[in-house]
Nanobody, 128 residues
Framework: QVQLVESGGGLVQTGGSLRLSCVASGRTFGRYAMGWFRQAPGKEREFVAA???????YYTDSVKGRFTISRDNAKNTVYLQMNSLKPEDTAVYYC??????????????????????WGQGTQVTVSS
């Protein structure tokens, strides 16, 4: 069983920055592929970014150049640095772990069903 706990959400103005953190339980965190997803009110949960065990990263087009995903295996933590935030980034952000396959291409890593553990989510609100 893996537990994921997100933190770092909040209210920020357009153009501001936030850094989300997700701490995972488990001794083999370094072997997990990790992802960040988000869900805005009335919309489906969507892919934001992912990082494989080797550090390969993937991003959805709308956040490229603004968001950065990273991981610190010594701290069992994955981060999402969000810069130049826009009102359309407002959503609940979820951290997810794939404990069965640690790599994958963009299509694989952006698919919700490939992740077997999810955090409870953290709210990000960007005011205009």
């Amino acid at each position: 069983q893996v537990q994921l706990v997100e933190s770092g959400g909040g209210l920020v103005q357009t153009g501001g920055s936030l850094r989300l953190s997700c701490v995972a339980s488990g001794r083999t965190f370094g072997r997990y592929a990790m992802g960040w997803f988000r869900q805005a009110p009335g919309k489906e949960r969507e892919f934001v970014a992912a990082i494989t065990w080797s550090g390969r990263t993937y991003y959805t087009d709308s956040v490229k150049g603004r968001f950065t995903i990273s991981r610190d295996n010594a701290k069992n933590t994955v981060y999402l640095q969000m810069n130049s935030l826009k009102p359309e980034d407002t959503a609940v952000y979820y951290c997810a772990a794939d404990t069965e396959y640690y790599s994958g291409d963009y299509h694989y890593r952006s698919t919700l069903s490939k992740y077997d553990y999810w955090g409870q989510g953290t709210q990000v609100t960007v005011s205009s």
